[in-house]
């Protein structure tokens, strides 16, 4: 059960994209559509971003968007806006039953 | 609204237990899986456990297997974490998360849990 492996940082400016990545194995992200990705404000709880690897919760501004090749998971901001800053996390669902996290990517917003 | 609140957490000595509660209100709390994810002081979100709807199935990450339960009474709309031989690397923010189809829609605020001597 290791962490997913995420980028410790990304950054942009106002209105540029930023993407994140997330990588994992064929026992986890390569091998289900059970991925998804959190966004935590600093002292909040996390909240729901993208879930199974595309798909957008009502609510969730259509900036943000989803996608996966082979055993890596991509999280895409566009048009970056300064309250996107914080960290995120994707996660997954594994052969075993379990679920494993990323280990997180704080973006700052230039 | 859906609420999930967490209570018992504090600080307890090594090899000490805790139990955690989850109260659920605002959804049908009975046909949700349910998981307790949890993070360390300014490190990143662990999962922790989950449990099925009727509580009969429950799965485990390798760092709490045999030393961590999950549980639930749905007649109270309560979920439990029992916390046994705790150690230092359990000290974290436990929150409680409904999870409607493999993933996390609905968190609680968290409940900190301190493992120290």
């Known amino acids: 059960q290791s962490a997913l492996t995420q980028p410790p940082s990304a950054s942009g400016s106002p209105g540029q994209s930023v993407t994140i990545s997330c990588t994992g194995t064929s026992s986890d992200v390569g091998g289900y559509n059970h991925v998804s990705w959190y966004q935590q404000q600093p002292g909040k709880a996390p909240k729901l971003m993208i879930h199974?690897?595309?798909k957008r919760p009502s609510g969730v501004p259509d900036r943000f968007s989803g996608s996966k090749s082979g055993n890596t998971a991509s999280l895409t901001i566009s048009g970056l806006q300064t309250e996107d800053e914080a960290d995120y996390y994707c996660t997954s669902f594994t052969d075993t039953n379990t679920y494993v996290f990323g280990t997180g990517t704080k973006v700052t917003v230039l | 609204e859906v609420q999930l609140v967490e209570s018992g957490g504090g600080s307890v000595q090594p090899g000490g237990s805790l139990r955690l509660s989850c109260a659920a209100s605002g959804f049908t709390f009975s046909t949700y899986w349910i998981h307790w994810v949890r993070q360390p002081p300014g490190k990143g979100l662990v999962w922790v456990a989950q449990i099925s709807t009727d509580g009969n199935f429950a799965t485990y990450a390798d760092s709490v297997k045999g030393r961590f339960t999950i549980s639930r009474d749905n007649a109270k709309n309560t979920l439990y974490l029992q916390m046994n031989s705790l150690r230092g690397e359990d000290t974290a923010l436990y929150y409680c998360?409904?999870?409607?189809?493999?993933?996390?829609?609905?968190w609680g605020q968290g409940t900190l849990v301190t493992v120290s001597s």
């Open positions: 199974e690897v595309t």
């Open positions: 998360v409904r999870s409607p189809h493999y993933d996390f829609d609905s």
